[in-house]
């Protein structure tokens, strides 16, 4: 199978590793809108093109695995590339999925491609687990927590206030919340009550740190409604510590069964994670083999991870996945 | 989506009361070995009937949820009855999935109907995030822990031991064990660093325990390769503490990701159940939509939960999955 990447930062780098964890794919391209003398990649064999060329290389890739933002580049790059390519993308814009869908399904249909959206955890994984255990406790309460990791939105957030060199937020969820969630008791949780944030922060120098934590406390949206920890830190500190992309998560259903609704039932589903990132990037190289498995089946159009047969992401064949994980 | 019971123990029952929680589905029948006036079931309107019958409403079932036992009904009987309905089974076997598998595809392929075995968590939601867990992290270790949570196997071991009236047998995780593996350490467990058996038995009257103690955690296969409790407790008590069903359990996987294999990350999925029949239940009704609809869509052939995309358990159409659970 061999695959191209468009879009080379972390994600990208995360998909190219990935890559060379799977015998059965091959990179053949990275794709970037930079200067490809200026980007170079870990792959032997593999070129650098500038994303200009990717439809010359229609005909030489089975999948394109598009790692840009959801904010700007998804909405464009996904319909414009599935027109030439099978494509995956992350896109994480929960309220704009069925327009998202909309566009790349058209685009994908008419050109005989597959269109894989919204591959990742949160939405990717987490939405599989909320629909698997929807369908399975029919009765019963959702909960969502994420972290303890980074939020890159609430880290720029505190980078734009005035006198932050460098900032680092990390969302943590309240033990006691999960707490009371597993032990059944389907508590009804505000906003303060799920989530605590952490937030460290480099000041310049004769910065004035009160008015910051004070500016970082009460930003609305982002902050005013959650309690949130502020340390100064220097730069030296944030480097060493704080560098690397954790993140994670929980999926929880609460549920009743029984012919009076006597039993309480809990299905989670928990992610820890050392690399948000690569994480990431490992879930959209896997439904990348459905993709290319579905397109070859002569399958096309726009998918999520609610219509792929879990068996299509892996490298086994049907017989060994039923002999030996089932 | 009209559907109709074989075999009314503990999962026919949780099967019924799984079929009442969801407004799509309609129990018509249940079909019993024993004489039909002696089965009383909870749903109105719904019949019992003797199980010879069951061809002659071949016509008024959407899917047949076959509730028979792993070692001597569920190989005869979801074949044969392959051959009429669209059949689910909870065949749970391990070893003897393939075979069951080809008995039941060919059944089922002949008379154009769908046949989803080894439907439940443990082959069934548990393989499916170890199926979803090892496409993702591909190079990484797979655990799985069961408990705590009654085992009617070794229960029943421990009934046939002379002196005993009755028994219960929980299986534990051990703790530590479950901790080095969320901590990423990648421990190689024996059977006996994995679970602990914990026993209360009823014993006869004058019986010697000491004797039935030993013959418990000397038995082969069962007990000798645990650590295992055995508590001698009265029928009051054993009526009183001991009458429910619970089990549950973990599947975790921890796998490298990064150029160098530098960053791990932990997968959980965690099953917490008062009810181990009743959450069954609801698995097996939930693929029983899937079997409808992918009989109407005009498939034919034996399926696993590998094999099903996950939509189709779900009431809701795609359109409002996309929007509300994605």
Redesign the interface.
Known sequence: MKLAILGYGNLG??V???I???DDMELVAVFTRRDPKTVSI?TENAKVLHVDEAKNYKDEIDVLIICGGSATDLPVQTPQFAKYFNVIDSFDT?AK??EH?ANVDSAAKENGKIGII?VGWD?G?F??????A??????GCDYTFWGKGVSQGHSDAIRRIEGVIDARQYTVPVESAVESV?NGENPDLTTRQKHTRECFVVAEDGADKARIENEIKTMPNYFADYDTTVHFITMEEMKKNHSALPHGGLVIRS?K???NGE?????????????NP??T???LV?YA?AAYKLNKAGESGCK????????L???QS??E???H??
């Open positions: 780098r995360g190219e590793a990935a060379k964890q799977n870990l929960h999925i069925p869908f919204s939405p994984m939405s599989l687990n909320r629909l698997y929807n369908a399975i406790l029919t009765d597993r549920g069964t029984g012919w039993n309480t039932n809990i299905i989670e589903y928990k992610l820890t994670l050392d690399s690569e994480f990037a490992c879930v896997a083999r999520t991870v609610f219509d792929i047969p879990p068996a992401l892996s490298s049907p017989e996945l039923r002999a994980l089932l």
